[in-house]
């Protein structure tokens, strides 16, 4: 018995010898190609020439058809022609030639309605009778100084209709027919008719003919005149023209064929054995073929699934797939490397995960919940994880549907960041910042120290003299116990301003965490003005405060905003340590802006430029001479952090406008 051939490029032989090629496969393969070859290239062979054979027949039956139109028309004109040569006739011979030309006209009108006039001109062109008018077509002189009227009459007095060119008019494109009326030999006058080239296709254009063609009428130069169609003439090369004579000067009826419906059997079966032939071919080749691009697919495959690896592998974002019941599907090295686990020990792992820190079990297993329905933030949210070891991290996760390739949800992916390093430098810049808060209000303090110290001398001052003048009292024995009394009430009083100006200047510059609490912005204002009022004294400054009379509460730290007026307030007063005392005035306004109370600090200086008011806010950029900079920038950083707003503005009046607002309701 033979062997079974081998299905493989080359077989083995028994004997063992090297493999031989099967050249007869490929010589076989060959021949079956060139033949489905040779077979479609007759095949295209034989359907071009069945299309060329119906483009003649086509071409045939037009140019036959085109004549007959040609034909009909000239005939139906010749007809009219001979009619108003005899109504011509008879008016030579009539009694009362009016009355005939009416019945006449009016007949000849009825019967033809592509005639829209027939007039009836004496020897000197001028208007006897007309039907329906007797207006002339047209002036006798045109645009070009030309004469038609005139020209055409002496034309027709030759003794034969003579036809005049074609024309536009409001209404439609027309041409006119003059027939000459001779009596015994003697011109009489001229029978004039008006023919409508839309009407003439319309009446002398069978439907047929209009189903099949499309007509038109165009002059020399190639403009259309008239034409008759049921439907747009589709892109085709079949078309027929034939000189439009009479009337001629030119014109040419041009017909053009519509593109007629394939022969739907002749065409379905050259397009199955085309596409019979078609797959032949391409089985062959496929049966070559295809292990190639099986061993192709599979290399493309294993080179894809090492790129994608090598790019998991180079991740620092975790990413960890769940399906729609939660279990882990997939974890790459990045998110495995945070937690401290394998992927084996995650990998269908069901809630609780052990990498959830026990802590936040509730909110973490609430977290899950939510993404599993849906409803996963697209922001991301935050969450604290556990190690494997037992530390914990912050960890910020953005969570996204997981699609298959046949558009089908499997599961969520989820992208891990950890934050834990960003959350500790944002603690380090905000305690930083708050030092540097203490600091400016203990520099502030520094500046303000003799202006405290004078308000601290005066109660002082004052408590020395009411005790020094009680003791001399005592020691004369002449007193009177209520005027004792009243001077130690007011000393009391000195002494309980002077431990209030103490206490509000260790609440301004203790070191204390920021406390919101509902707070009047009037009484902040009139504390700040409080601290700053006797330096303004000395420099010659006046203090207005404007404040409206309903005040509603907000939330806020009422030492950090005094710690921002009292910056502004002062920056106002030494921006006007120039001007004349009459014209240094700093005024303070509270009023309410819709949602927002607005505060105003508003100095008459010489103002900021405007190249400046960008840099003004930021860090290490100040206009003193001796300045840090880092005064407007906490101050705005202060605004901000109580959702509000800090901005300048330039002061009509001269000098700039610092502008807080603050919401009043914040969610």
């Given amino acids: 018995m033979k062997e079974a051939a081998i299905p493989y490029p080359y077989e083995r032989r028994r004997s063992g010898r090297r493999p031989v090629p099967l050249r007869w496969s490929n010589w076989y393969l ?62 030579t011979r009539a009694r009362n030639q009016a009355e005939l030309f009416d019945l006449r006209a009016r ?153 007629g419906a394939d022969n739907l059997a002749q065409t379905l079966i050259a397009t199955l054995i085309i596409v019979l032939a078609a797959a032949v071919f391409w089985s062959l080749w496929a049966v070559r073929g295809s292990i190639q691009r099986r061993l192709s697919a599979e290399q493309a495959l294993r080179s894809e699934y090492a790129f994608r690896k090598a790019m998991e592998d180079s991740l620092m974002v975790g990413m960890r797939a769940r399906d729609l019941d939660g279990r882990v599907t997939y974890a790459n090295p990045a998110f495995l490397q945070m937690v401290g686990f394998t992927a084996e020990e995650l990998i269908g792992r069901e809630p609780p995960m052990p990498y959830w820190a026990p802590e936040e079990m509730e909110r973490t297993l609430q977290l899950h919940n939510n993404v599993l329905q849906g409803n996963a933030p697209h922001e991301g949210f935050e969450i604290r994880l556990m190690h494997k070891n037992g530390s914990r991290f912050d960890a910020l996760i953005y969570e996204a549907p997981l699609i298959d390739a046949d558009g089908r949800q499997t599961g969520w992916m989820g992208s891990i960041i950890d934050v834990t390093g960003r959350k500790h430098a944002e603690e380090l810049a905000r305690q930083q910042q708050e030092k540097l808060q203490v600091t400016a209000r203990l520099v502030t303090m520094g500046e303000m120290a003799s202006t405290l110290a004078h308000e601290l001398n005066q109660p002082l001052a004052a408590i020395t003299s009411y005790n020094a003048g009680c003791l001399n009292k005592l020691e004369s024995g002449d007193f009177n116990p209520g005027q004792l009394k009243e001077t130690l009430g007011k000393l009391a009083l000195q002494a309980q301003r002077a431990g209030h100006i103490i206490r509000r200047v260790h609440d301004f510059v203790r070191k204390s965490e920021p406390k919101l609490a509902p707070c009047d912005l009037a009484e902040v204002i009139d504390d700040s003005i409080g601290f700053i009022e006797a330096a303004a004294r000395r420099r010659g400054v006046r203090i207005v405060r404007e404040i409206q009379g309903m005040r509603p509460e907000l939330p806020a730290d009422q030492v950090m905003l005094e710690q921002v007026l009292l910056n502004l307030m002062r920056n106002g007063i030494e921006a006007m340590s120039d001007l004349p005392a009459d014209q240094k005035r700093l005024t303070i306004k509270l009023g309410q802006v819709d949602t927002q109370m607005e505060i105003r600090v508003i100095d008459c200086g010489p103002g900021i430029a405007p190249d400046l008011v960008e840099k003004l806010f930021t860090p290490l950029f100040s206009t003193k001479a001796d300045g840090m900079g880092m ?37």
């Fill in 30 to 91: 060959s021949i079956l190609k060139l033949a489905v070859g040779l077979l479609l290239v007759l095949l295209v062979t034989l359907l071009w020439l069945l299309h060329r054979n119906e483009i003649d027949e086509q071409r045939s039956t037009l140019i036959a058809d085109v004549l007959w139109l040609e034909q009909s028309v000239r005939f139906h004109l010749d007809g009219n022609s001979e009619q108003l040569q005899q109504l011509a006739l008879d008016l």
């Fill in 107 to 259: 007949h000849i009108l009825k019967n033809n309605p592509e005639l829209r006039q027939l007039l009836w001109l004496d020897a000197a062109a001028r208007t006897l009778h007309g039907m329906p008018t007797q207006a002339l077509p047209r002036p006798d002189d045109d645009a070009r100084g030309e004469q038609p009227l005139g020209r055409s009459i002496e034309l027709a007095r030759l003794g034969k209709p003579i036809y005049s060119d074609a024309y536009r008019t409001a209404e439609a494109t027309q041409f006119e027919v003059y027939v000459p009326i001779f009596d015994d030999g003697h011109y009489r006058g001229t029978l004039l008719g008006v023919y409508s080239l839309n009407g003439l296709l319309k009446q002398q254009v069978p439907w047929w003919f209009a189903e099949k063609y499309q007509v038109r009428v165009v002059d020399g130069n190639g403009a259309l005149l008239a034409s008759k169609s049921k439907v747009d003439a589709s892109p085709t090369t079949l078309s027929y023209p034939v000189a439009f004579d009479p009337p001629g000067y030119g014109m040419v009826l041009h017909v053009t064929a519509y593109r």
């Fill in 631 to 667: 005064g407007l920038n906490i101050c705005r950083s202060i605004i901000e952090f109580h959702h509000g707003r800090l901005w300048v503005e330039n002061n009509p009046d001269g000098g700039s406008i610092f502008v807080i607002t603050l919401p009043i309701d914040r969610q």
